[in-house]
């Protein structure tokens, strides 16, 4: 279980995120919703510990979350994620287990890349990836150890309705030993599979639902959304 508690991360003095609170449990995937510019990415990295938050604490299993622990124990899909570009898909995951000190052989690697329509790519240059297949990637390398908590920063991004769909599935799958969190500022992507939903605006998570207990439509989440969210400029 991860505990936020009364998190502020600052930039220039200006809070990008201001008193943050909420769990994360594992069995439970859990929407972020914000507009771009609601500080969702921000938030993510300050889990991560990629920032250093003003204020506040986070506990993962009643501990402090450290660099080590977020290493050890969490995973980061990034919407921006860096690859050695010269290195085929393979060599690159080869690479991620070695230094992770990973127990995987390359047919479960292999395997993996299958479950997301990237074997066939196991021997090409990163750098001849389309969009969506480094977003695919992305995600392998951040399960590929199989975390506790999972981070997901607009995994649909670029991906097709089939491979969107199949994403879903593995999403699900997951959630069941895991504690997932999926940044989106469109539900619609995640409305079948989130278990819970947080609202975020300008850095502040103005409510949290619980799907189960408000079996929203669709169209009842979106307009919760619009009327909770105005544009910001910093993500």
Do not use: C
């Amino acid at each position: 279980m991860l505990q936020i508690n009364d998190l502020t991360v600052l930039y220039d003095g200006v809070a990008a995120i201001q008193n943050v609170t909420f769990t994360l449990a594992s069995g439970h995937i859990y929407a972020l919703l914000g507009k771009n510019g609601s500080g969702k990415t921000t938030l993510m990295e300050a889990m991560m510990t990629m920032l250093q938050p003003s204020s506040g604490t986070m506990r993962f299993n009643d501990q402090p979350v450290t660099g080590d622990i977020a290493h050890q124990y969490f995973g980061y899909m990034e919407t921006k994620p860096f690859f050695y570009e010269y290195l085929t898909v393979l060599e690159f995951l080869q690479y991620i287990r070695d230094i992770r000190e990973l127990p995987r052989t390359d047919t479960q690697i292999l395997n993996y890349l299958a479950t997301v329509n990237l074997d066939g790519k196991k021997d090409a240059l990163i750098s001849t990836l389309s969009g969506g297949m480094r977003q695919r990637l992305s995600f392998v390398v951040a399960t590929l150890h199989q975390p506790a908590v999972l981070l997901l920063d607009e995994p649909f991004s670029g991906q097709d309705p089939d491979e969107t769909l199949k994403l879903q599935q593995l999403i699900t799958a997951m959630a069941q030993n895991t504690a997932i969190l999926i940044s989106t500022h469109v539900f619609a992507l995640i409305d079948k599979i989130a278990t819970d939903v947080i609202f975020l605006t300008d850095g502040t998570i103005q409510e949290i639902q619980d799907v189960a207990e408000n079996p929203w439509d669709l169209a009842t989440y979106e307009a919760h959304f619009a009327a909770n969210n105005q544009d910001t400029t910093k993500d």
